[in-house]
């Protein structure tokens, strides 16, 4: 989830990974899960990596009628404690929503719930956050109302959305790019203008990473200067090494099958 800063990651939603996982959507990264038991483990190294960064993880319960269903960062967008519910950008990902919705209304009593309405469409695995910074991928989950929407509660916040068209070939803003600091962006040469983030604030700054390792570039920054990272990615590992960051491992090989990335398995609330 990439719509928190550092400081806010001390709890985080995951969830199961269900019995129908083969099925689940694959276009980009990949051609389908083989082998379910592989990406629980994975799954499951994911969980205790987090857990030994000293964040409190809690896993829902699988629903295998969706096979993507543990894929949570596309179906909740968490901003300073407010929550926009959106309507996921393909169809069959809708009904995975209402237990994380119920979940999440239980768990941050007093929190401000708004639900995306219409046409608006809107996966949460398009939204980067760089301190007041939201940049938002206009793709093929994600349409301008659904931005408009998010728009709205950004002013309401105080942050500046910038929306960034994001190339047929990736499915998410964060398929290709993250925070892994609260003010570095990690991103691929070969799928954004190199202006696409626009004007930074001092301090911050883009690193541009080769396009073999573009699946590399989705981490996520952990408290205590520590780095999630994909297996398999030797610059971008350097590259958070050079910078002083503590970089932890997990193979995520089943779950890039679906398309899947580091971030898209939780949310921080
Ligand atoms: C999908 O196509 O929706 C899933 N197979 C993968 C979702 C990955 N989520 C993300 O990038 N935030």
Same mark, same amino acid.
């Given at each position: 989830?990439?719509?928190?800063?550092?400081?806010?990651?001390?709890?985080?939603?995951?969830?199961?990974?269900?019995?129908?996982?083969?099925?689940?959507?694959?276009?980009?990264?990949?051609?389908?899960?083989?082998?379910?038991?592989?990406?629980?483990?994975?799954?499951?190294?994911?969980?205790?990596?987090?857990?030994?960064?000293?964040?409190?993880?809690?896993?829902?319960?699988?629903?295998?009628?969706?096979?993507?269903?543990?894929?949570?960062?596309?179906?909740?967008? %968490?901003?300073?404690?407010?929550? *926009? @519910?959106?309507?996921? =950008? &393909?169809?069959? +990902?809708?009904?995975?929503? !209402?237990?994380? $919705?119920?979940?999440?209304?239980?768990?941050?009593?007093?929190?401000?719930?708004?639900?995306?309405?219409?046409?608006?469409?809107?996966?949460?695995?398009?939204?980067?956050?760089?301190?007041?910074?939201?940049?938002?991928?206009?793709?093929?989950?994600?349409?301008?109302?659904? %931005?408009?929407?998010?728009?709205? *509660? @950004?002013?309401?916040? =105080? &942050?500046?959305? +910038?929306?960034?068209?994001? !190339?047929?070939? $990736?499915?998410?803003?964060?398929?290709?790019?993250?925070?892994?600091?609260?003010?570095?962006?990690?991103?691929?040469?070969?799928?954004?203008?190199?202006?696409?983030?626009?004007?930074?604030?001092?301090?911050?700054?883009?690193?541009?990473?080769?396009?073999?390792?573009?699946?590399?570039?989705?981490?996520?920054? *952990?408290?205590?200067?520590?780095?999630?990272?994909?297996?398999?990615?030797?610059?971008?590992?350097?590259?958070?090494?050079?910078?002083?960051?503590?970089?932890?491992?997990?193979?995520?090989?089943?779950?890039?099958?679906?398309?899947?990335?580091?971030?898209?398995?939780?949310?921080?609330?």
């Amino acid at each position: 989830m990439a719509t928190v800063r550092l400081d806010q990651k001390a709890r985080a939603l995951i969830r199961a990974i269900p019995d129908s996982y083969h099925s689940a959507l694959a276009k980009f990264f990949g051609s389908g899960p083989k082998d379910i038991e592989l990406a629980r483990k994975q799954h499951n190294d994911y969980k205790l990596a987090l857990e030994s960064t000293g964040i409190d993880v809690i896993m829902l319960d699988a629903d295998h009628n969706h096979p993507d269903c543990l894929f949570v960062e596309d179906q909740a967008v %968490i901003i300073d404690g407010h929550v *926009l @519910l959106p309507v996921p =950008g &393909h169809p069959s +990902r809708v009904n995975e929503q !209402p237990p994380i $919705a119920d979940f999440l209304i239980r768990e941050m009593g007093g929190a401000q719930i708004c639900r995306m309405s219409g046409d608006a469409r809107m996966d949460g695995g398009d939204i980067l956050r760089l301190g007041d910074i939201f940049f938002v991928g206009r793709s093929t989950r994600t349409n301008d109302l659904g %931005i408009e929407e998010l728009r709205d *509660l @950004l002013s309401h916040l =105080g &942050h500046e959305l +910038r929306a960034i068209d994001i !190339p047929e070939h $990736a499915l998410h803003l964060t398929s290709i790019a993250s925070t892994p600091t609260d003010n570095i962006i990690l991103a691929p040469e070969g799928y954004l203008p190199k202006d696409a983030f626009g004007d930074l604030p001092n301090g911050s700054q883009v690193i541009w990473m080769p396009e073999e390792e573009t699946y590399g570039c989705n981490t996520i920054g *952990l408290p205590g200067g520590k780095v999630l990272v994909s297996e398999g990615y030797p610059t971008v590992q350097k590259t958070l090494e050079d910078l002083g960051l503590e970089v932890i491992n997990v193979d995520f090989s089943e779950i890039k099958a679906a398309d899947g990335s580091l971030t898209c398995c939780s949310l921080f609330y």
